[in-house]
């Protein structure tokens, strides 16, 4: 921790970091008001999916393209939108394997 951020309290000290998320986010995403318009655009067609784990999977996911169609260079997106695709197939697979941990191999 560095010495300012010692003398600051802790809602200061997430102040000072919220300030810096919003402008970064921004700067990589764009207008925040483009981009939940389109996020809502499509999780009303993943609102139709009745499996409510999966449901929120592919929320996720949603929520990494609208992003990507901003800037589709952003690697990290493109990273998390793989990862959630893993956990979905970690998720069905644990159902069809009846294990109850998602960490387990076989």
């Given amino acids: ?9 802790l809602l200061e000290q997430f102040d000072a970091a919220y300030s810096n998320v919003t402008a970064d986010r921004r700067d990589v995403y764009g207008a925040p008001e483009d981009t939940y318009r389109r996020i809502s655009t499509m999780r ?12 929120e999977i592919l929320a996720m996911i949603v929520t990494k393209v609208a992003r990507l169609v901003q800037t589709p260079d952003h690697l990290d997106s493109w990273v ?27």
């Fill in 1 to 9: 921790m560095k010495n300012a951020e010692r003398s600051m309290s």
């Fill in 44 to 55: 009303a067609v993943v609102d139709e999916c009745r499996d409510p784990q999966i449901r």
């Fill in 80 to 106: 998390d939108v793989a990862g959630y695709s893993r956990c979905g197939v970690m998720l069905l697979d644990e159902r069809q394997s009846g294990a109850h941990d998602l960490g387990t191999n076989g």
